[in-house]
């Protein structure tokens, strides 16, 4: 595309770049986006390994920097406590509850870009049911949309409520609202490699884009998780004890012992990926989010209907 900033090709050669010269690179992008906006920037923190990798960059280059959190509840009490023990942290709350936005909305499954679709295609929306059919706007065969939406169009028929307003309404609405009564600019610790619209969106404005409704700045995006869990090890930074330690295994790749990635312990998108997922890990280690998930929020009929092992067979 001609309005692209970058290109697949320079996202490979970056992620293939030294961490010392992703380091200089990101720290480069984030002082950018501090001295364009005055100092009226802040860090989005959310307790996770990333967000901790992007603050403790930029506070090598600005030691006051602000930290900004979000709580809704819905992180492990590991990386909550780990969020509200950040210094100089300003903890936002969400308007609903999340009990609230399942009852109201429903569920995020199986992404964020399929949960739109169904939901739309429910309400008849002729774009979601055509994308449902893996066709484009225009009633042509599409590989992509056949490959990555059709299989998902049972869920228009499911007895239970999809949608994508989940992130929105607990996470990027109190943020929007604080940029705007704070005026600072936010910096986030997402990465192109997380999934297709992070990618395109890098393809499409680089590191920083300043010219949007909501300007954003995402230092890390050409990194990869490898680069996180190495710089986290080698510059010794703290990271929520839910992810266990960093070890090398046998290949050489880094992983943590605990959890490989966080994010709200209840969310379900992906869940269907890992043969061993987050709800089933949940059971063993954290069995009173289990059980408000599965028995109060009705998560077990929602995994049977879908067919995800939650680890409802490890009940006495």
Known sequence: MADRKYTAADLKTMQAWPLSRKIQVAQTRLMEWYHRWDGMVSV??????????????????????????????????????????????????????????????????????????????RKGSPWALKRLQGLNGDGTPSRYRQSHYTKWSYLVYAPFKISANCCGIMKEAPLEKYEKESGKHPMVGTMAVESERRRQAWYQTGCNHFDSKHPISKPLSFWTNQDVLRYIRDYDVPIASVYGDIVEDKKGKLKTTGEQRTGC????????????????????????????????????????????????????
């Open 44 to 121: 989005s923190v959310s307790g996770g390994k990333d967000s901790a990798v992007l603050l403790d960059l930029a506070r090598r280059c600005f030691p006051d920097i602000e930290a900004v959190y979000v709580n809704t509840g819905l992180d492990f009490p590991e990386v909550r406590r780990f969020a509200l023990d950040t210094p100089n942290v300003t903890v936002l709350q969400p308007k609903m509850r999340f009990d609230e936005v399942v009852r109201e909305y429903g569920w995020c499954f199986p992404s964020k870009e399929v949960a739109h679709t169904v939901y739309y295609a």
């Open 265 to 316: 312990s209840l969310c379900v998108v992906g869940c269907h990926l890992d043969k061993t997922n987050k709800y089933q890990r949940l059971k063993q280690t954290h069995p009173d989010i289990w059980d408000y998930g599965i028995n109060s929020l009705n998560l077990g009929e929602f995994f049977d209907y879908i067919g995800v092992n939650y680890g409802k067979e490890c009940e006495d």
